[in-house]
């Protein structure tokens, strides 16, 4: 029950609303029963603390409460009764014991019978396989069997899955290993290594430190790698990075580390957290093949999605990353990132470029890329989009400020100052009889205190106070939402058919389901067979389930006859991935439509975003006519 209830409050954590006992049921995949057994356990396990509150609304958490809960370290409980505080417990205990430990002593230790410890170890034997460490029995012996490298990567798999989305503690580190100032140390490293030019990787390097304090737990017991023949990251172009951690690990932490434990570390660092900036003249190189590579990947991105990503700057920075990346893969040496969900569902397009990039790098160097890894080349993606301004187009305005000297010339600048990356300023009217009806721009900016004669006019005064700004600022952003609005009005309801429409999914799991939709574009001639396993394979990717409610299947390459949505609506919710869906909507996209692939996939995940909106979908959707009914008033809402 632990499992699930950690669940709950999780959802809860990412929710900004009362969430009813009804949902909470659908997205665990539970009986509304025992989402209040899992509100009751909680609460018991937080007792004093009120970390959920109850309502006839439904539930919320007291975030205060349960983030003093977690400091205080109860979500893993002082006394070892879940069965992922066991198996932590059972995987500290056999990396720390080389001759191994007695089966029956450890179930009546832990107060369990032989079946359930049984279970716990088939689950550590997982975890340990995962890490490239095997669990040996000899009678009733059980041991770890492995490199030391194994062992530190099992640790570091343990604390990994037992964080909150992905986000490592340092308070938690320092506490489970011992290990005191670990936040020092990771400020005069970063201080260091910024020093030498290089860029941080602030999502990575939690991830690092904990191998540092790993590697200083067990330098005290005289447990260290063995030494390695000559590496990259030992070789002259990675001694920055040498010399910081030889020089700090021992001024924090009282311990020298050997060679080989350092030349590990700096590889960790080089491969997860840094890239070569200005002044690195250290830095690693980047492969001459992995600037091959992305050179084709990119040409093949442009060919598909029509998003030009042919920049010199960005192919050497996502070079440097593929190489990484291919590193670690091969190292089985994950690297978390704590916004693969955000990422995947509030960029779904660019998470979608990265998935496209991710299968050819799988399957051209023979890795297994996963949604972590995903997520951190659609970083790279978003971060250029971002720097060339492939954004919204700003918003235009017109000032109307009647002539007294130059006020209207001030307030112009003031505006351009405050808003301008937002705000392109058409015209500046002085006159005081204009009518704001006969004005084009998107808003009207006056300073005249009369009514608004039309949307989009914000009155201000002559010197603009930050109440100003702020009511600028909503009303660009209202502007935009109104753009937003009519494209998803006149592009979105464009490709629904009656003949495509599932008011009940047609299959229970998501292979079934997206064969059957699929068979509905085959026999309207839309699809082949190929799209639809070209579907089924991209699926197998990475999970198309964009939000809590939506999974949007498709194949990656745009080879539809026309550009079509074959939708089921899921009364039932359907696991799809980690998420739970109401909606499945198996997109097919023509070459001709390839301009529109980006703001129409947007635009539908951001229409679906909303649980309770697509529960009232479900609920009235029951044939085509009634969907579309719904869906148009579902976007006049937003």
Not at 100 to 113: F, I, K, R, T
Not at 195 to 218: K, P, Q, S, T, W
Request: glycine residues 6%; contains cysteine; proline residues 4%.
């Amino acid at each position: 029950m632990a499992d699930k209830y950690e669940r709950m409050l999780e959802l809860l954590l990412h929710a900004d609303d009362w969430v009813t006992a009804t949902e909470l049921a659908e997205r665990l995949g539970v009986t509304t029963r025992s989402v209040r057994s899992y509100v009751a356990a909680a609460k018991t396990a937080a007792h004093p603390l009120v970390i959920v509150t109850a309502s006839t609304s439904g539930y919320r958490l007291n975030r205060e409460a349960y983030a003093e809960f977690l400091a205080a370290g109860r979500g893993r409980g002082t006394t070892i009764e879940t069965p992922q505080a066991r198996v932590h417990h059972l995987v500290r205990r056999l990396t720390d014991a080389d001759a191994g430990l007695d089966a029956y002593a450890l179930a009546e230790s832990l107060y369990v019978s032989d079946s359930t410890l049984e279970a716990d170890l088939r689950k550590v034997k997982a975890l340990a396989e995962e890490s490239g460490a095997s669990l040996t029995r000899r009678g009733s012996t059980i041991a770890l069997a492995g490199s030391e490298a194994a062992s530190r990567r099992l640790l570091s798999r343990l604390l990994q899955s037992e964080s909150a989305q992905g986000v490592l503690e340092l308070d938690a580190i320092e506490s489970e290993f011992g290990v005191d100032g670990l936040g020092a140390f990771k400020t005069e490293l970063i201080q260091a290594l910024d020093a030498d030019g290089f860029f941080i990787n602030e999502y990575g390097i939690d991830a690092v430190i904990l191998h540092v304090a790993i590697a200083v737990e067990r330098a005290r017991r005289e447990l260290h790698l063995p030494p390695t023949a000559t590496s990259a990251t030992s070789a002259t172009d990675a001694a920055p990075i040498n010399a910081a951690l030889h020089r700090l690990i021992p001024d924090h932490f009282d311990i020298v580390v050997t060679e080989a434990d350092v030349e590990y570390l700096a590889r960790l660092l080089t491969t997860r957290v840094i890239a070569p900036g200005a002044g690195s003249e250290g830095a690693p190189h980047v492969d001459e093949a992995d600037l091959e590579t992305v050179r084709r990947i990119v040409d093949l991105v442009a060919e598909e999605y029509l998003v030009d990503f042919r920049d010199d700057a960005f192919i050497a920075r996502l070079a440097l990353h593929l190489g990484n990346l291919v590193t670690r893969a091969r190292e089985d040496a994950r690297s978390r990132n704590p916004l693969a969900r955000s990422i995947k569902s509030s960029y779904p397009l660019i998470f979608d470029i990265a998935v496209f990039i991710a299968s050819i790098v799988q399957r051209e160097r023979g890795i297994t890329v996963d949604d972590d890894e995903i997520s951190y080349i659609a970083l790279h993606l978003g971060s250029h989009l971002e720097r060339v301004a492939r954004r919204e187009e700003r918003v235009t305005g017109t000032i109307i400020c009647p002539s007294y000297y130059d006020l209207h010339a001030i307030l112009r600048r003031r505006i351009e100052r405050e808003l301008g990356a937002d705000l392109s300023i058409e015209f500046v009217v002085t006159r005081t009889d204009v009518d704001p009806r006969e004005l084009t721009s998107d808003l009207v900016i006056s300073t005249i205190p009369s009514p608004a004669l039309r949307e989009g006019v914000v009155v201000v005064q002559p010197f603009l106070t930050d109440d100003d700004i702020d009511a600028i600022r909503q009303a660009i952003s209202r502007v935009r939402r109104q753009r937003r609005r009519q494209r998803i009005t006149d592009e979105l309801l464009e490709y629904f058919d009656a003949e495509l429409f599932f008011a009940e999914p047609p299959g229970d799991d998501p292979e079934s389901i997206i064969r059957g939709l699929g068979a509905s574009l085959v026999a309207a001639g839309i699809v082949d067979d190929r799209y639809v396993e070209g579907a089924l394979e991209r699926e197998r990717m990475s999970s198309t389930a964009f939000s809590e409610t939506l999974a949007m299947p498709h194949a990656m390459g745009l080879s539809a006859a026309r550009t079509a949505i074959a939708l089921a609506l899921c009364p039932t919710p359907v696991a799809w991935g980690d998420a739970r869906v109401s909606v499945v909507a198996l997109i097919a996209f023509s070459p001709e439509g390839r301009a529109r692939f980006q703001p129409l996939f947007d635009q539908f995940v951001d229409v679906f975003a909303s649980r309770r909106e697509v529960g009232e979908l479900v609920r009235v959707g029951d044939d085509f006519a009634s969907f579309i009914g719904e869906l148009a008033q579902v976007i006049e809402r937003r």
